[in-house]
């Protein structure tokens, strides 16, 4: 059986193609787009025209890309943008048409549950019995905490691209923006579970760390897959980016330039995630939203 899967986030557009062999999912191809379909969303509650061309281009190839792969199963959704856009509908036929194949707005708990099955399949349970899931979006930041399953979760309304927008006018951050940012990204987490236990981190503000703190010059996913950022280094990375113009980060080994903007907000939603949990690392998955869709498809316990 052969399964793709498309998220469609407020920053980027993903697909995954894989092969079911036996209870196992084989990758057989990835593709990763930063489209930024949430450009100016949290300001006007509208998709951006020139946002909606860049996304329905690459969802146009993603689409061919399916086809020729000749799959069984095909899924797509989509995320925080989508959900409070006045003018979805519109995109949302078109994307159709570009993928052959409906996108599906999901909410905020739904979202958050296919990461962690996305993760529950990737690693196991550490000694404690304990897990926090977190992913940090272009538009929202899903916490998840449960053992075995999932117990206690949220979505609150800050990512990457929302906070930039909204906070960071100054090239590089002023002060008082910095400090605004750190505020605001508390209040939103107060609203959230407390993190338990070991620290899982899926999406592309942790992917990126981990590919700075390699250094890779290419992203691998590869090389993604497992690893562990520590605390401290995030946050004294995480200093870095914020004292760094726009035009410095773009010359960061690891991070793609078209993510320089956005990268100091949705670090700082993990550096602020860690000063509330009880962990010195969190332990990376390159394997996010598109993985358990896929395993939802392919009916994988």
């Not at 697909?15 to 209870?23: F, N, S, W």
Request: charged share 30%; hydrophobic share 45%; glycine share 10%.
């Amino acid at each position: 059986m052969r399964i793709a899967t498309v998220d469609v986030g407020t920053n980027t557009a993903l697909l995954l193609i894989v092969e079911r062999q036996g209870r196992e999912l084989c990758e057989i191809g990835n593709e990763a787009e930063i489209v930024r379909l949430g450009q100016g969303v949290d300001r006007t509650r509208r998709l951006d025209p020139q946002a909606i061309e860049r996304t329905l281009a690459v969802l146009r190839r993603y689409g061919e890309l399916i086809r020729a792969a000749r799959v069984d199963r095909a899924a797509a959704v989509g995320t925080q943008a989508l959900r409070e856009v006045e003018n979805g509908a519109e995109f949302l036929a078109r994307a159709e048409e570009a993928l052959g194949f409906p996108v599906e707005v999901i909410a905020g708990q739904r979202e958050a549950r296919l990461s962690w099955r996305a993760v529950a399949s990737s690693f196991p349970l550490p000694p404690s019995g304990r897990r926090t899931v977190l992913d940090i979006g272009g538009g929202s930041t899903e916490l998840l905490v449960g053992g075995d399953e999932v117990e206690r979760l949220a979505s609150v309304p800050i990512g990457a691209v929302r906070l930039t927008e909204r906070l960071l006018h100054h090239d590089p951050p002023s002060d008082e923006e910095r400090r605004l940012l750190v505020d605001t990204i508390d209040r939103a987490l107060d609203a959230a579970p407390a993190p338990e236990g070991e620290l899982v981190g899926v999406a592309g503000t942790i992917t990126t760390l981990c590919a700075i703190s390699l250094g890779l010059l290419a992203y691998d996913g590869a090389r993604i897959q497992g690893a562990r950022l520590r605390r401290g280094d995030v946050e004294r990375e995480v200093e870095r980016l914020g004292a760094l113009s726009l035009e410095d980060r773009k010359r960061i080994p690891g991070l793609d330039p078209k993510r320089a903007d956005v990268i100091y907000a949705g670090g700082m939603i993990l550096a602020r995630i860690f000063a509330r949990a009880d962990a010195d690392e969190v332990l990376v998955s390159d394997r996010g939203i598109r993985w358990g869709l896929a395993h939802e498809l392919a009916a994988l316990e």
